[in-house]
């Protein structure tokens, strides 16, 4: 196990070594997947991908989508009795940015590039309640509830790809980003003691913020085709 060890260690230096990155005239596109970097620390964003395009040499374009979804039920319990009941909560995100690189000469294996991008996005929240008004128990108490945001956000960068083989690359990326959030307003419908009860909200406005990192700070796996 060892040896094999040492073997593939050897393989994968070899071709570190003689990688090249390939010119606009052979492969225009690249795909990668990122790691991104926030207060919540790394996390993996697929099936968050990015596609280039490479005009030239020197220039590319970049599309990035993203989609993500998270569900929770949280338990409650009735104080000093046997009652249950649950929130259920779920929410499911999404986003498109759209972008442009500048691509330095760097050396054989090693490009390094300045970016500049756009992004647009949303967000939309549910809540179920069962026996719970959204917080504790609540006995014959039920809801459902809907919430959304949209996104937007302006971002510059500076990041490196690095061949390890000849169409294989990782890179990393690091960024200053503006970043808006606009509250969509919600609607909730709740049901208690056999009277229910339509709530609308409107938009609570909007909040923006600058900051290092975000979306541009991150590590990539890519393939160049």
Same mark, same amino acid.
């Given at each position: 196990m060892k040896k094999l060890t040492i073997l593939l260690g050897a393989i994968v230096m070899s071709g570190t070594l003689l990688a090249q990155k390939p010119s606009s005239d052979d492969s225009n596109f690249s795909l990668e997947g990122m790691i991104n970097? !926030? /207060?919540? @620390?790394?996390?993996?964003? &697929?099936?968050n991908l990015r596609m280039r395009y490479f005009i030239n040499d020197n220039i590319a374009a970049r599309l990035t989508l993203g989609m993500s979804s998270s569900s929770e039920t949280m338990n409650v319990y009735e104080a000093g009795g046997s009652g249950t009941g649950t929130i259920d909560m779920g929410s499911m995100s999404w986003s498109l940015g =759209? @972008? @442009? %690189? *500048?691509h330095l000469s760097g050396t054989d294996g090693l490009s390094p *590039?300045? !970016? &500049?991008? =756009? %992004?647009?996005?949303?967000?939309?929240?549910?809540? /179920?309640? !069962?026996n719970s008004d959204g917080v +504790? *128990?609540? %006995? +014959?108490?039920? &809801?459902?509830? %809907?919430?959304?945001? !949209?996104?937007?956000?302006l971002g510059l960068g500076a990041g490196v790809d690095y061949y390890i083989f000849d169409n294989i690359y990782i890179g990393m990326e690091m960024g200053l980003s503006w970043n808006s959030i606009t509250d969509g307003g919600g609607s909730a419908s709740i049901t208690s003691g056999g009277t229910t009860t339509d709530i609308t909200t409107e938009s609570a406005g909007s909040n923006s913020a600058l900051s290092l990192g975000g979306g541009n700070m991150g590590f990539r796996i890519g393939w160049r085709f």
């Open positions: 970097y !926030s /207060d919540m @620390g790394f996390e993996w964003n &697929a099936p =759209l @972008g @442009g %690189e *500048y *590039y300045f !970016s &500049a991008g =756009l %992004e647009f996005g949303g967000i939309s929240m549910t809540e /179920d309640w !069962s +504790d *128990y609540m %006995e +014959d108490m039920t &809801a459902s509830v %809907e919430s959304s945001v !949209s996104t937007f956000g």
